[in-house]
């Protein structure tokens, strides 16, 4: 009977990353509900992990999106300006005459995307989890980033794995897109949440980032 019900468990909880990694993909065709959709996504898989869920999942996530609409976008379009301004400054540094100044110059660029990503992937679950101002959200997303490194290798490793899509062969880029349509997103937020969790557990108890 545990098996069963184990078994019967793990069906709703894919069931439910199927759904809701389609209602993620549908609200960002917009783009700049990018942010908000990224939020309702960790703010469900967040409630997910700990067996808190509301059924129909569709309910947690578009709370999230309403809720948190404004500052996720916010956040959202001034990350995507800032990505801009590091795609156009790679795109100088490719012309530069100095081969030195060159390598030097997009060495710092790579430290900035790693930062960004960084910063990247912790603002949006912490904006599901905890409530602050933006840029209270954006510095402490940094020093969280930079101070728990056991947890942000993993993570930015996972938010980058849709990169791998440039080593598929063309004959099966259809089923890529179909598990990025089904549940590639959510299925990532929700490995993503488990890590979270825990360390979200330990900042409400009371831990110092360090």
Known sequence: MKRASGFVEACYKITDLVVLNVLFVICCIPVFTVGASV??????????????????????????????????????LGMLAFGVFLYMDFRISTVMESQAGRSLFMGFLLAMLVVFLAVGSYVFPMLARFENTVLHMIRNAFHLAAAKLGYTFPVLVLNLTPLLIIFVPGDYIKWIFALYFFIWFSGVAYINSRIFSDLFDRLENGEKVR
């Open 39 to 76: 939020t309702g996504l960790y703010y469900t898989t967040l409630k997910m992990v700990k067996n808190e869920e509301t059924s129909p999942i569709y309910r947690d996530f578009f709370k999230s999106f309403r809720q948190n609409f404004k500052q996720a976008t916010g956040i959202w």
